[in-house]
Every structure is written in structure tokens, then in C-alpha cells.
DNA sequence: GGGCGTCGTTATCGATTGATAATAACGCTA
DNA sequence: TAGCGTTATTATCAATCGATAACGACGCCC
């Protein structure tokens, strides 16, 4: 045993059954903070102490590992949202589906502050056009843009909601409702508070609804 | 001359006295698309018929040429927007401040469709912490930041300006003017039409005055 | 018009990238 | 417990990155 000692050394392996998920999220904020081109593989695996090449055992690609955590991303957005559906708002009046708005509205912040990588990817990607634009805006943004446009148009039309084109306020809205937690570091630089704080939050949602469905009365902010 | 034709080929010489503003605007559009590390200087250099030895020669690097691109984007955002800074508002009255931030609001919308590239760099920038977030916010955003905050105050205590925290609001602001034009491919493949489109770039701005400064009766929409 | 400074062009450097082949550790089943 | 399938680990590949050295074309000045 004496000769063999130190070379050809005994390997350390870690397993660990939940590998495929942990990849998952250190890519989710390896591709939110520096964007697909800038995150690399090897980043992505060392956060979470694993190695470069079980993304590509886990996952085929660098592109396929992207287009898993945008799946993952839209699949939880949708859950935090089925009840905006139209599907879930047929029968409603308008009182009704304005209050149902304004509690969506309030969960979009909510949910922009607790998963910032949705909107993260989605601004870096949309900034130039691309094969995995596409794909993203035919398979996620698409429907979700055509979900909540019915539902704006009937409030627009009674006057509780802002008389704005649908596809302006969708921009308008996206925007305004995820930039303090797109560029969190720079909201924390630039003025010293930390925008994920619940009172922020609060008071972004209460913002929103103010000044997007301004015929809303008193806006119950449960 | 027959020997020596082909060998040692004579080298074509392009001498353009405008390169640098040429590479500098190359690298606005190329670092607004794709973020720092996506924009290789090969590319920024390509798309002008250039040599991407010649960001070196005329920057000193390529963290140099992107200081250079802020700072020419920021100059240019100071210019369109002299009129509103503090020193120039000192002895309105506060309807004739509301009328003048309406017109920065809706100049800061066009400037944001004309010059895409400052917001794109700003959003790619803040998703994470840098030297480069670091310097620009120091040195460009907050004086800008501080620049608005006072006549918006005023404004808001008028009754003028929206009920919203000074903080929320400049990124409800930001996020609301900029983000189709900043993901204007997205834009495209999503609504079919154009945000760089006059028609679109005024019916924005009417949208956020009429939503940020509800207590300005009727807009006046020049 | 000869010399020199500027800067465009070519070639190449070391570092890093995503991907993959080679090896080996572990768990399950027979 | 022997064998095998799964997958963690190591090593390495070609391609691309930013940077720089080497070379040469051009214009200006004396």
C-alpha cells in the first residue's frame, strides 16, 4: 500500500439526487444576472459545487439548459396567475374582474420580486432577435400577452381601467411592474434600499393598481 | 512585375476620419443588443467594415469603449432633457412645472425610442454587481436620479404628480418608458407592430403622462 | 522629395468558452 | 457478491475571446 500512496488518488464523488434541479437554479440566476452569453457553463456548475460536464449529461446543451429554466420559470408564473385565465373569469362582472385584476396585478409584483429571472431573461433576450427569442415570445409571451387582453379591453371599456392600447399598457405594465427587481443591484446603489423588502413591494402593488385601474375606488390591498 | 505579382500582396488602406465616432456608435448598438460580454469587439468592429485591432488603438480596451458609449448616451439624454433640471425650474409656479415636466416625460419617451441603446446597457448593466454598475450609477444615474426628484416632489404635494414614493415611482418610470423600445424584437415578434413608429411614440407618452400626472387636466399634446 | 509620425492591417498570443471522450465510483439486481 | 447501468469526475478538444506585436501605407512638414 506504502508505494501507491499518493498516486493515482482515490476519487471523491458526490451524489446527489436532486442534482437536475439544483443545475436548474444556478442557471435560472446565472442566465437572469449575466444573460446567455455571459453566464457560463462553468459559473453555473461551481455556485452549486458541481462540475462543467453534467450540464451537458443532465441537459444536451448550454441552449437546452436555457430553454428548461425559461419552461420552469413560465410553468410557475402560470400557477401564480391561473385565476386572471379567461377560462376562469367567463362569468364575472365587471366589479368583480376588476378586483380579480388588481389582486393579478398585485401577485405579478409579488411574483417579480421572488423569481427576478423571469424578467431578467426576458429583457436581456429581447433586446436582440434570436432563435431563442422566438421560440420564447411564440411559446410563452404570446400566450400569455393573448390571456390577460380580454380582460383589460372589458375594463377599459367600463372606465376602470386606463384608456390605453392594449399593447402600449402590456409593455407599460411589464416594465413597471419588474424593473426595481430586474436591476435590484442598481436600485440597492442608487438609493439605499432593498427593493425585495415587503414594504417595497407593498407599495409598488398599491402603486400600480392606482394608476392602472384609476376607476377602481378604493383599492382593497389584502 | 510578373514575378512578384501575386506575392506580398499590395494592402488595402481604408483611412476614414470619423472612425472613432463610427466604432463608437458600432459599440452603442452592439453593447445595447447583446450586453458587454455578449458584444465581442470583433463584431463591434465588423458591422462597420473595420479591424478589431483598432478598438484598441483608438480606446484603450474594450471596458474603455464601453465608458466611452455611456458616456456619449448620457451627454446625449443631458441635452434632451436641460430643460428640466433644477437650475431651470427655480422660479415656476407649479402649473407651469407640471407643463414642463409633461413635456420632459414625453421627450424622455422619444429619447428613449430614438437611443434605445442607453436603456439596454443600463438594464443589462443592472442585473448584477459590478465595477461597470458601480461607476455608471455614481457617475450618471444619480445625478440624474437627484436631478428630478425635487420638481417631482412638488408636484406630488400639489396633488399634481401620482401618490407615489419618489423611489418606486423614477423605476415605475424608467421601466414604463423604455421597455418596448428596449425590446423592440420582441415587440415586433409579439404585437406585429413597430414601437419606433410616431404613431406609437405619441400614444405612449399621452398613456404616461395621463397616468403619472393624473392632476394635469387636459394634456396639452403638442 | 526624404524622413517621420499616425494609424490601418495582419498575425498571433494566452485565456476562456462549450462540448465530449475517457475513466471510475456507486447502487441496484440477479 | 458479481456484474452492470448510471453518473460523477478528470482531461482535453477546437473555437473564440481581448490584447498586442509586427509591419506597412499614407500624409504632413522641412
Redo the contacts with the bound molecule.
Keep these: 500500500m506504502q508505494g501507491m500512496a499518493d498516486r ?10 436532486d ?1 437536475r434541479e439544483v443545475l436548474l437554479e444556478s442557471a435560472l440566476v446565472e442566465f437572469g444576472a449575466k444573460g446567455f ?1 455571459g ?6 456548475a461551481r455556485r452549486v ?17 436555457w430553454t428548461a429554466a425559461v419552461d420552469y420559470l413560465f410553468g410557475l408564473l402560470g400557477e401564480e396567475l391561473a385565476d386572471v385565465l379567461p377560462t376562469e373569469i367567463a362569468g364575472l362582472d365587471v366589479s368583480q374582474l376588476a378586483t380579480i385584476f388588481a389582486g393579478g396585478l398585485r401577485r405579478f409584483v409579488g411574483f417579480a420580486a421572488k423569481h427576478p429571472e423571469l424578467n431578467q431573461i426576458m429583457v436581456h433576450e429581447g433586446t436582440a432577435a434570436s432563435d431563442r427569442l422566438e421560440w420564447m415570445t411564440a411559446t410563452h409571451v404570446k400566450p400569455f400577452f393573448e390571456a390577460i387582453k380580454p380582460g383589460w379591453l372589458l375594463l377599459r371599456s367600463a372606465g376602470i381601467a386606463a384608456p390605453i392600447d392594449f399593447e402600449i399598457l402590456y409593455y407599460v405594465l411589464i416594465g413597471a411592474a419588474s424593473l426595481p427587481y430586474v436591476n435590484a443591484p442598481e436600485v440597492r446603489l442608487l438609493t439605499g434600499r432593498d427593493p425585495k423588502h415587503p414594504d417595497w413591494i407593498k407599495a409598488h402593488g398599491d402603486a400600480l393598481v392606482a394608476i392602472l385601474l384609476p376607476g377602481l375606488a378604493a383599492a382593497p390591498s389584502g
Design positions: 493515482n488518488p482515490v476519487r471523491q464523488r458526490r451524489a446527489r439526487p442534482i452569453d453566464a457560463s457553463t462553468r459559473s453555473i459545487e458541481a462540475h462543467q460536464p453534467q450540464l451537458n449529461y443532465h441537459f444536451e446543451s448550454k441552449a437546452a439548459l
